[in-house]
């Protein structure tokens, strides 16, 4: 790491712009390397260098980990009994797992769910509340106030509305009675659908926040300009405002696909991704801590949310870097 | 933020437009707190009652009994004991190690930086579970006999600390480069002509210019950090030495007998995130946005 700043070819031979004396290197950036001493050298490695030896070995390299072990079976038990399997973990969890299958589905339901309701829901919220209205404050707190609680929190509160015996919902619709009860937690059908109600009431108020710092960055003339025109608020908001928070929309859908992929908590607290509710994030845990610890093929499906996350992740942030240098 | 110039506000007609919007955010704000409202409802009512007289019915007896049931027999403070002993250190170790590789990439322009920052930043967006096998094998395989009480780094503080502070330093130091990139580029120059060194640089100059961004990444981190629960879960197995978002899900079954009791003790737990929230808000909302901005 140290070794890197010393090979760094001078760019200090572009004429520096203006009326400027080119003795000073204000204006050059590469400058500074000049004037460090070998201390400082050291300084800035270990700088570097300790948080990223940290993060690459904690993050990237447990995740190149991940794939290694997906073509292996290991019962953890001493490095001998690794052995290489090839591709047979992805050819049993793609062609015999019961749970496979259902859990991408989940996955891709939870996305969609949330980028078609929450999402526009959490825009509308921030166009109302965008309006110099009265009290945006109070009602931006009380949108935002699931986002702040833990999953695990919002997972035990829903139980309390969710529950067939004592739960608000069967409460009141008088379905608590035996022989009439609608299980929202343990009825396959119904509960991935219950939790998404919970997934949804947080993530409108993450959406909410998110672009409402969007707005904030629209050039109120736009607006004006357009209302002279005689455009009237959807028109505006369409040919306008919506065109222009093209950035922020970028940043919800990739926070969203990122959630989708994430979702665990509240899963895992509500009823342990039993049937119905099984996720790739709970299929990979069952693997470690549940009763059947197989490292091989639980690093196989982890490969597999892997490839999903990389897929959206690199995209991303190749384009936002590319606009920063351009910057 | 978005509050108005008050001699402006007054002097607008009530318009029926306007009536009808507040009346909309009044009902849909009321909706959504309504689900922590019947948690807080249900948590100041006896078990006896509700069991009698079912959940939906008008309440006799409001009490905070089952707070201090809740908090006393199943040792919270133990929990919260516990919770700082992680928030704490990881907090603190976080925003130091990515203000640095911040100020590295940002103050010094090594060919590496932008490489380093997408290193970093894609390690954040990573899904948890994708890393969580070979990083709980890793945990069960190295041996610090003395240094943490299991003797490894499985089910010890400090393996928890490591892993949050190797995690989250990845969207920290992404929000922070930004942030000292908008400082002017003369001020550490001018420093560095008068022969300071990189560390009087980073430390005495640009950190104290920092302050607003720390302060927002501080408290963003303070609540995610409190909030986690995955991490613990897998790489904790002692009950006891669980932070108290990832002991409610053991509590709930050994102490919480009654959904009183859970909601009692769900909304216990959520407290110190809420006063966080209360007193920081501004903070933290500019926390999650300084990140998202920049997209």
């Keep these: ?327 | 933020m978005s509050t108005v110039a008050g001699a402006h506000k007054q002097r607008t007609p009530i318009r029926p437009a306007r009536v009808l919007l507040h009346t909309f955010l009044v009902v849909t704000a009321l909706a959504w707190l309504a689900p922590l409202l019947w948690a807080l409802l249900a948590a100041m009512r006896p078990y006896a009652e509700t069991s009698e007289k079912g959940y939906v019915s008008w309440p006799d007896k409001l009490t905070f009994d089952n707070f201090t049931n809740a908090f006393q027999q199943s040792d919270m403070l133990h929990y919260f004991g516990t919770t700082l002993i992680v928030a704490v250190p990881a907090v603190l170790l976080t925003l130091l190690l990515s203000s640095m590789v911040a100020f590295y990439v940002s103050r010094f322009d090594f060919r590496v930086n932008l490489f380093l920052l997408l290193v970093f930043t894609a390690g954040n967006l990573l899904p948890q579970q994708v890393i969580i096998t070979p990083l709980y094998r890793l945990y069960l395989l190295i041996d610090l006999p003395g240094i943490t009480m299991s003797g490894k780094l499985y089910d010890s503080a400090l393996g928890l600390v490591l892993i949050h502070v190797a995690f989250q330093s990845g969207f920290c130091a992404f929000v922070l480069s930004n942030y000292m990139r908008s400082l002017p580029h003369e001020l550490t120059e001018a420093a560095l002509v008068d022969g300071a060194s990189v560390w009087r640089l980073y430390w005495q100059i640009v950190l104290p210019l920092c302050k607003p961004a720390m302060a927002a990444l501080a408290t963003l981190l303070s609540i995610w950090i409190y909030n986690d629960f995955f991490w613990a879960i897998v790489l904790i197995s002692t009950g006891e030495n669980m932070p108290i978002t990832s002991a409610l899900n053991n509590l709930s079954g050994q102490y919480f007998t009654d959904p009183n009791l859970v909601a009692a003790g769900a909304l216990l737990t959520a407290i110190p995130t809420l006063i966080v929230y209360f007193v920081l808000q501004r903070q933290f909302v500019s926390g999650l946005t300084l990140g998202a901005n920049k997209g």
Excluded: C
């Design chain 1, 1 to 327: 790491m140290t070794a890197t700043p010393a090979k760094v070819p001078e760019t200090a031979d572009e004429p520096a712009p203006g009326p400027a004396p080119t003795s000073t290197p204000a204006k050059v950036p590469h400058g500074h390397k000049r004037l460090l001493t070998r201390r400082d050298r050291l300084t800035l490695g270990l700088m570097a260098g300790v948080p990223t030896i940290l993060h690459v070995a904690l993050v990237w390299l447990t995740a190149l980990a991940s794939i290694a072990l997906a073509f292996t079976t290991w019962n953890g038990i001493g490095f001998d009994s690794i052995q290489w399997v090839g591709l047979q973990n992805f050819r049993e969890l793609f062609t015999s797992n019961p749970q496979f299958w259902p859990a991408v589905e989940h996955n891709v339901v939870w996305f969609v769910v949330l980028i078609l309701l929450p999402t526009p829901f959490g825009l509308f919220l921030a166009v109302q509340l965008d309006k110099r209205i009265r009290f945006s404050r109070v009602y931006q707190t009380a949108f935002f106030l699931p986002v702040v609680v833990s999953m695990a929190v919002i997972g035990f509160v829903w139980q309390l509305v969710y529950n067939p015996d004592t739960g608000l919902i069967n409460s009141l619709i008088g379905a608590n009675k035996p022989g009439h009860y609608i299980d929202w937690i343990g009825d396959p059908d119904l509960n991935l659908w219950a939790i998404l109600v919970a997934a949804s009431w947080r993530h409108a108020g993450y959406m909410m926040i998110l672009y409402l710092a969007g707005l904030k960055g629209v050039d109120p003339a736009l607006r004006e300009a357009s209302a002279l025109d005689g455009a009237g608020e959807w028109q505006t908001f369409k040919n306008v405002v919506f065109p222009t928070l093209r950035p922020t929309n970028t940043v919800v859908l990739v926070v969203t696909i990122i959630e989708a992929l994430r979702a665990f908590d509240l899963v895992f607290v509500f009823n342990k991704g039993a049937q119905g509710t099984e996720l790739l994030s709970i299929l990979v845990t069952n693997n470690i801590i549940g009763e059947s610890s197989r490292i091989g093929y639980g690093s196989a499906i982890a490969v597999v949310l892997l490839v999903i996350s990389l897929a959206v992740i690199i995209p991303y942030l190749i384009a936002t870097f590319r606009k920063e240098r351009r910057a």
